[in-house]
């Protein structure tokens, strides 16, 4: 409520979710007695490579039930403490809170999972071989000294990684 006095958008219409800024002020306001004390913050930064596509083949609706149906899948795979954003397009951003660098391996490799086998169960096979799953993460204090360095990091990161994307050949990778 107080975001929404404050004049910030604070939840995707499409998804539910926390948008990029609210997330970013959530970040600050919930946790900044974690961020001054040095405990890490992790950004785990996923992507979905291949939406923009089913949207031109498929239309908006079957596009926008997706993005959905991952929103609530990465929902129900964070902690209630985490804090999710859908970033941008089918990009999600999750600040895992108390979880060091040497942890979001495994965390990443369960979440990108789920969205898998999600993404396997609601599309033709033809289909998936177009949408490549990908995560990149960053933690505070070790890669950046603030929020919206973390995000910014996370997103350079990934935007790298899913420009490689695609160029292998995976299905739904």
Known sequence: ???????????DRLTGLYTPEY?????????????RQATPVTCLMI??????????????PPADELLRQLALQILADVRPSDVVCRYR???FAVALLRCPADQVQDIAARLTGNLRNLLHGQLPVERQSRLHVQWEAATLPDD???????LRVAGKSLDFKLSLAGHAGASVS
């Open 47 to 60: 992507g979905v490579k291949g939406l923009a596509e089913i949207r031109r083949e498929q239309g908006d």
């Open 23 to 35: 997330w970013l002020h959530a970040l600050e306001l919930r946790n900044g007695r974690l961020l």
């Open 144 to 150: 950046a000294l603030t929020p919206v360095q973390l």
């Open 1 to 11: 409520r107080s975001g929404l006095r404050a004049g910030l958008n604070v939840r």
């Open 89 to 91: 397009g089918g990009r």
